[in-house]
């Protein structure tokens, strides 16, 4: 009779663990919420305005690649994009790694201050 209780006791206690899961679990739950919040998803948007920035390059355009290259748009093939760094001086650079427009304004402006 007393193995019987120990063995009900143990099946009892088992039953009622099933909340320790979801209590455990809950403030993982809370810092995925927070890291997606904090740097997933702005993450995205700025990929997502950068994504768009691209689409929008034409021909004439000053921009400035990963590397610090600043040159203007002369032609875009595709994933290709020929920037002309100086005169009659063009170079290949891949579309995706252009960072941003420039503009030669600003950075006087910043010169001189």
């Known amino acids: 009779m007393f ?3 120990i063995i009900r006791n143990q099946i009892v206690a088992q039953s009622h663990g099933g909340g320790g899961i979801l209590e455990m679990l809950f403030p993982l739950i809370i810092v995925f919420a927070i890291f997606y919040f904090l740097m997933i998803r702005p993450q995205q948007k700025q990929m997502k305005k950068h994504k768009e920035m691209l689409d929008n390059l034409k021909r ?3 921009v400035v690649t990963n ?3 600043i ?14 760094v100086a005169d009659d001086i063009r170079i290949k ?3 995706n790694q252009i960072a941003g427009l420039f503009s030669f304004e600003n950075s006087n402006s910043k010169k001189e201050e």
């Open 67 to 69: 590397g610090g290259i």
């Open 60 to 62: 004439g355009d000053n």
């Open 71 to 84: 040159g203007k748009i002369y032609q875009i093939n595709g994933n290709l994009v020929m920037l002309e």
């Open 93 to 95: 650079v891949l579309k």
């Open 3 to 5: 193995s019987g209780e």
